[in-house]
């Protein structure tokens, strides 16, 4: 019977709304989830009793809790989704990846430098945040998921460091209205004719090196 039970709870546990059990603890405003490991923490939603980011934020590189020290070093999965009083975010150096719907609906968010280590960004990381006019992609992104930057109609201006088009998917950058005649691409020396052959031509007016 005590084993039925614990298989019970554990199952519960796992159907629960992740907004219930999002965070493990907050440091100066910032909800933080630790991995399973205790190695690093992880910036996420503020779950049902918490608030919405708003104006500036600033990230740490490491935060403490409980006498540990842990490195963040992720932006996990709808942390600051629907902020839309959220206007800026300093992401430390740290960063190394970008989750599923992080940004979704920061519809205020205009000032945002993704750091240099980030290697993947999620889907819908960044989709309908329309106060975005330019985003610089660096170069050891391996993957840009599918509508990571949908809908930003403010876009204008993307600096892809990234030399392979096959690692962004090719709705990365989607409009519902399908015009894209005002936005330029950047990409490194030597790889325009890459990008046009893979057809980024049909989500960015012009494409051309930096």
Known sequence: MKHLIKT???????????????????????YYKTDLWGD???V?????DGGLYRGDVTIPEAVTNDGTRYPVLKIGAYAFNNCTELTSVNMPASIN?????????CSALSNVTIPYAVTLIGPSAFKDCASITQINIPARVTEVKIW??????SLTDVYCHIADPNAINSLAFSLESENYANRTLHV????????????WNEYFGNIVEM
């Open 8 to 30: 019970s709870l554990l199952l519960l546990a796992m159907c629960m709304p992740l907004s219930v059990i999002a965070y493990d603890f907050v440091a100066d405003g910032i």
């Open 40 to 42: 690093y923490a992880m």
């Open 44 to 48: 996420c939603d503020q779950g049902e």
């Open 97 to 105: 990846e970008i989750g599923d719907h992080a940004f979704e609906n």
């Open 148 to 153: 990571a930057f949908e809908n930003c109609t």
């Open 188 to 199: 490194p020396a030597g790889c325009v004719d890459a990008y046009k052959e893979a057809g």
